[in-house]
């Protein structure tokens, strides 16, 4: 868990989570999440049918990603919310990189917690994920 | 949506934890997990989106004998999906892409806990995209319960319908 005194506002944490994500990545997560959805795993059904130019990962396999980055970071069992957005698609060979910049540090009734604002972006610089989340701290 | 006993088990905590590259041990070894504060296996935070597996009637999942399964065989798509049920824990894909997703963590989730899940409609409004005509949005609100009937994750899903495939 993060320390109050060797924390302050502005401070950031990034790491890449996928470097070059792979097909059998995107599997991976349809198996343990149970999303079969064929957008992320037929690339015959997705391009033909669906008309996208490849499979795509799941939203929630970018939330998982960025929430190992942040898990990493305020602690195991600290979050008390994680919200996303996901603004744009993630594809197979893509690059990721999550980062939390903290934005608040306030009192709760059950004690102290921190604000994050969460960005994850891909190679180009384009932001897939925007999103925030509050963890507990240690005061 | 409802979910009457989603299983929180270590072995699928391990893989859904593989599957989002994460290697902390606390997802997957016991002995290490004992020492830490939980006392043992917690969940990784968006571990509740896969009570899909515990929906008998998702339909992102293709049945046993494949029937209706809108997937791809020899030829590039089979069956229409068949129905609209199922929500995935809180929206996304069951209304076409997943726009949002807000989880509210009010205990820790662990392994061995046995959950049950209701899901609500929320709001629902309309936009207009460059990228891929008019979307639909409509919020999903799942509550997920553990065995003592404590509310343990609040998730909230907004999926989108697009009026065609989204332009990248």
């Known amino acids: ?139 | 949506m409802a979910i009457d006993k989603f299983l929180v088990e270590a072995s699928h905590i391990m893989m859904f934890a593989r599957s989002v590259g994460d290697a902390n041990p606390i997802y997957h070894d016991e002995e290490y997990a004992k020492g830490t504060d939980s006392g043992g296996i917690i969940a990784p935070p968006t571990f509740a989106q896969s009570s899909a597996q515990f929906d008998p009637d998702y339909f992102l999942r293709p049945k046993i004998g494949g029937e209706g399964w809108f997937g791809s065989g020899k030829e590039a798509t089979g069956s229409k999906p068949s129905k609209d049920s199922g929500g995935g824990g809180g929206g996304g894909a069951a209304m076409g892409l997943h726009a949002e997703q807000h989880f509210e963590y009010h205990m820790t989730l662990k392994a061995g806990d046995v959950l049950t899940a209701t899901t609500k409609p929320g709001n629902s409004w309309e936009k207009e995209s460059k990228r891929a005509g008019k979307l639909k949005f409509s919020e999903s609100v799942t509550e997920y319960r553990n065995q003592d009937g404590e509310l343990v994750i609040t998730a909230t899903g907004v999926g989108v319908q697009t009026e065609r495939a989204v332009d990248s």
């Open chain 1, 1 to 139: 868990m993060l320390k109050e005194n060797e924390i302050k506002v502005g401070d950031t944490h990034s790491s890449v989570l996928v470097e070059d994500l792979k097909r059998t990545q995107i599997v991976q997560y349809a198996g343990a999440s149970g999303d079969y959805n064929p957008l992320h795993t037929d690339e015959i059904f997705t391009t033909q049918i669906a008309g996208y130019p490849s499979v795509f990962a799941h939203g929630m396999l970018s939330m998982g990603l960025t929430g190992t980055m942040l898990t990493d970071y305020v602690g195991d069992g600290a979050l008390k919310k994680y919200g996303v957005r996901f603004t744009n698609q993630v594809w197979p060979g893509d690059t990721l990189t999550g980062k939390a910049t903290i934005i608040e540090i306030r009192q709760e009734d059950d004690g102290k917690v921190v604000d994050l604002m969460i960005e994850t972006t891909n190679q180009d610089n384009v932001s897939v994920i925007t999103g925030n989340a509050t963890a507990k701290i240690e005061s």
